[in-house]
């Protein structure tokens, strides 16, 4: 009954290998996100989606391709993996885009050989 | 461009002290300010959201200010605890964009 859940929790592959991550939320939010915290803790927006719509796009490599087949879920597809993709890869949803309740997933740790 | 920062970045305190953890941001065009909580390799936990127009939120021994003309939000925990070890998190959601800017984070200890 997680409320955000991502698969998988760690990952590590080979640089130039392609890799997915999965997200899906139960809450019934409207919005989700992915996010990347990097070894200083830093945790910055990469993508959100509003509706199944792409609606912030950071300046992320287009390397990174995120997908929303429905409401409740946001994948996040990685070309061609580099050593400074490695990094901790969360999820999150709101049940819109200004409003309260931010809710993570436990994240990705993803790390690239 | 939005700068949040917070201050200390790593704070020791024994159990039972009162502590107030800092957040200022650059940008005064803000939608609303969260402080979150990060326990060790886990996702983030809301705490408290201060809605621009606001002063303060409470929540058991939790309270968080903000002074939007500042540029400054504190995060004040009473008595703590050992439990309330954690990484500490402030966030800004930005009025235009709607991105939700990070700052780098306190990391507490609180010694038994």
């Known amino acids: 009954d997680t409320a955000v859940s991502q698969t998988p929790k760690y990952l590590v592959t080979q640089m130039g290998n392609d890799k997915s991550i999965k997200c899906e939320q139960n809450l019934g939010h409207d919005t989700m996100y992915w996010y990347k915290q990097d070894s200083k803790k830093f945790l910055k927006i990469m993508f959100s989606y509003n509706n199944k719509e792409l609606i912030i796009n950071e300046t992320v490599p287009n390397r990174f391709s995120p997908k929303s087949p429905d409401k409740a879920h946001l994948n996040l597809h990685i070309n061609s993996l580099e050593l400074g993709d490695s990094a901790v890869y969360f999820c999150?949803?709101?049940?819109?885009?200004?409003?309260?309740?931010?809710?993570f997933g436990s994240g990705t740790r993803l790390t690239v050989v | 461009k939005q700068e949040v920062t917070q201050i200390p970045a790593a704070l020791s305190v024994p159990e039972g002290e009162n502590l107030v953890l800092n957040c200022s941001f650059t940008d005064s065009a803000i939608y609303n300010l969260q402080w979150f909580r990060q326990d060790p390799g886990k996702g983030l936990t809301s705490l408290l959201l201060?809605?621009?127009?606001?002063r303060e939120q409470t929540s058991g021994r939790l309270n968080a200010s903000l002074d939007k003309s500042s540029g400054r939000s504190t995060l004040y925990i009473a008595a703590s605890q050992p439990g309330d070890s954690a990484t500490y998190l402030c966030?800004?959601?930005?009025?235009?964009?709607?991105?939700?800017?990070f700052g780098s984070g306190t990391r507490l200890l609180v010694r038994p």
């Open positions: 966030a800004v959601l930005m009025d235009s964009s709607y991105k939700l800017i």
């Open positions: 201060i809605q621009s127009s606001q």
């Open positions: 999150a949803s709101s049940p819109t885009l200004t409003s309260y309740g931010y809710t």
